[in-house]
């Protein structure tokens, strides 16, 4: 939790240098036409770019690591469950109907909650 607050963060502070840079470049255009200094504020702008959707790779790396980990702690309790419902004598169906929809759905409550 600390840690994606820390991503979008970071994210937050590497867009505004962005924003910033080409608010400037906007304004000063006809100095940077006539000064013939395009390629170094095209550089620098895509610098500052790549500073900031390398924050971003890094947000969707770690929300792309935490679903499949929870999609793989899931597919244990299914396993689990569905094990318990084969080799167990549970005679209500409605009961083991119950366990398996609770099992099938814990993955959606914990995205939920999280």
Known sequence: MNANREIVRLKIITRSPVVAF??????????????????????KFIFKMDEN??????????????????????LIINICTITV?????????????????????IDNDVKSYV
Do not use: H, W
């Open 22 to 43: 080409f608010t400037e470049s906007m304004q000063g255009l006809p100095s940077i036409r006539s000064y013939e200094v395009r390629q170094q504020f095209f550089d």
């Open 53 to 74: 959707k390398t924050n971003q790779v890094s947000n969707l790396a770690m929300q792309l690591f935490f679903t499949q980990m929870l999609c793989f702690l899931s």
């Open 85 to 105: 419902c084969l080799f167990t004598d549970f005679s209500n169906a409605s009961k083991t109907g119950l366990l398996l929809a609770y099992a099938f759905m």
